[in-house]
């Protein structure tokens, strides 16, 4: 069969590298791809939102399945203008249509469907221009820490952690009056800071019924020791050492379960992954975000324990029989790295040659933010490349992907040589 990909990062090469190995595949396309994933298919430049071209592309190259990686396309409604459309409509996407979608793409409603399921989160109320007042005196009555998340996708830069009343203040009104994430933070989500520590759980579901994948933990903070900025991703670990049998039975229980049942109960369609974004506090599970795709870096970490194909669980998804499929998973460590260009989460500079990649023998290096000019790779984005070691404990795996990453070279590079050391 032939299968397109959406998306260019790393998450997509993670998914491409896994997908190439499937002995159901007859050709691979990414669209639009980086120069790393030209390796396990062929790059399309189609952008993620050009629905129009993605859709051509697919009815010219009889595309059998679809599969959505970054949030941008969701949110916007790849898979509704597929369902819309009656020559397109029996192609399966995967991921959610634009109404399930909603789940990342706007965190009141998120909140709403937690708060109506009965799903563990923190307390929040929710604010637009016109209430900034009454959100300035709700701001007074909450403790400190308080956080601050735009409504809608503010690429991972929307939420903020204030610690002192002005700040928060002076931020809700930076948000809301002068529009400090665009059209993302015309309405504000006010939420009570949860003290913890932050996990991420991936399903997969048909709408019915769903497989839980592995946990995974990712690491934002630019600096060592989680200093500095918020970014991306600068690396992951997966599986999470304190997520143990009982806690992950708790996040089924009390998360997983009410959330496909909730997404029955309010007519909401659901083809796709789940990611929940959680705070374990004190052995208990609560959810900080939903997304509506798998997550970057973690993605990276996830997939290379997963043994068998996962075609066959997206085929479950396609044809709603995902419960008679079944995987298996390595009982290893898989460790992630990134690296990214200089300057980064801030101003940086492009079109760096990358060097070295191919003496990397014992990790797996996925493209996050490449290019190929002239048969050079060279640096596209802020988040580089992301090095994945796959080894029997956590110690090796983390010591083999920081050795590897270190042995790759660009002007400017900058990766964290301490992911994961907090949990050994």
């Not at 409504?151 to 809301?176: F, N, Q, R, S, Y």
């Not at 990276?300 to 324990?305: A, D, G, M, Q």
């Not at 085929?315 to 990134?338: C, H, I």
């Not at 083999?400 to 590079?413: C, H, S």
């Amino acid at each position: 069969m032939n299968i397109l990909i959406v998306g260019s990062g790393g998450r997509e090469s993670a998914f491409a590298w896994k997908i190439a190995q499937s002995d159901r595949i007859t050709q691979l396309y990414i669209a639009p791809g980086n120069a790393g994933t030209s390796r396990y298919g062929q790059n399309v430049p189609i952008e993620v939102t050009d629905f129009e071209g993605i859709a051509d592309f697919v009815r010219q190259h009889a595309v059998a399945m679809v599969i959505v990686g970054p949030e941008e396309p969701l949110v916007k409604g790849i898979h509704d203008y597929f369902l819309d459309r009656a020559d397109l409509r029996e192609i399966p996407v995967i991921g959610p249509q634009q109404k399930g979608a909603q789940l990342e793409g706007s965190k009141d409603f998120a909140k709403q469907f937690m708060v109506r399921h009965g799903i563990p989160t923190a307390a929040s109320r929710s604010f637009d221009k016109a209430t900034l007042a009454d959100g300035l005196a709700y701001l007074e009555t909450q403790r400190l820490p308080i956080v601050l998340k735009a409504d809608g996708l503010a690429a991972g830069k929307g939420v903020l952690i204030c610690t002192a009343l002005e700040e928060a203040k002076a931020e809700l009104t930076a948000m809301l009056a002068d529009a400090k994430f665009g059209k993302a933070s015309s309405k504000v989500v006010i939420e009570e800071y949860l003290a913890g520590i932050e996990l991420s759980v991936f399903v997969l579901t048909d709408g019915d019924t769903y497989k839980v994948l592995p946990a995974a933990k990712d690491y934002k903070r630019i600096g060592e020791g989680d200093t500095g900025l918020n970014t991306g991703g600068m690396g992951s670990v997966s599986p999470v050492p304190f997520a143990d049998n009982e806690f992950l039975d708790k996040v089924e229980e009390r998360i997983i379960v009410p959330t496909i049942a909730g997404l029955k109960k309010d007519n909401i369609p659901y083809k796709g992954f789940i990611f929940i974004g959680l705070m374990n506090v004190n052995g208990e599970p609560y959810v900080i975000e939903y997304n509506v795709r798998m997550g970057d870096p973690e993605t990276e970490s996830v997939l290379p324990r997963i043994e068998s194909d996962l075609l066959d669980l997206l085929e479950g998804v396609a044809q709603g029989n995902l419960t008679d499929r079944s995987f298996t998973l390595s009982s290893k460590t898989a460790a992630t790295v990134v690296l990214v260009s200089g300057g980064y989460p801030g101003a940086y500079e492009p079109g760096k040659a990358i060097s070295n990649i191919e003496n990397v023998k014992d990790s797996i290096v996925f493209h996050a933010g490449t290019n190929e000019v002239d048969g050079v790779v060279q640096t596209a984005g802020g988040r580089v490349l992301a090095v994945t070691a796959l080894e029997d404990t956590m110690f090796e795996a983390l010591q083999q992907a920081t050795a590897d990453a270190g042995r790759i070279y660009f002007e400017g590079k900058y990766f964290r040589k301490d992911i994961g050391f907090d949990l050994i």
